[in-house]
């Protein structure tokens, strides 16, 4: 079954899974942590989807800080460390296809 974009400035929409290994986050700090998304490149838009966090955890933002490379700022908080360990995540990746267009369109 396929979709189709009717109006717009996306060149593409693709949903990645990958293997994602968060370190341990300190007690009511953030860090940022690095994943590889194999074909990501900066500039993309990146939404990150974990339905496994843990209690007081939240992934705050995903960029795309280097080809193939997401950087997420996971915040902890909680009072005591989290460390999540590996597991499957999955990004949601948006490719612009020219400059931003400056409206929604309809």
Known sequence: M?????????AGISIVTVAVDLG????N???E?????????????????DSALSAGQVIAQAR??????VTLQVIN????????GSRSMKFLVVRQDGA?????ST
């Open 64 to 69: 795309v800080s280097a080809a193939n490379t």
């Open 33 to 49: 942590e690095t994943a590889t998304v194999p074909g990501v490149k900066v500039g993309d838009l990146i939404v990150c989807m």
């Open 2 to 10: 396929g979709y189709t974009i009717h109006a717009g400035n996306v």
């Open 29 to 31: 700090t953030s860090e």
């Open 24 to 27: 341990s986050v300190a007690a």
């Open 77 to 84: 908080t909680t009072a005591g460390a989290i460390d999540a």
């Open 100 to 104: 931003d267009i400056g409206r929604v």
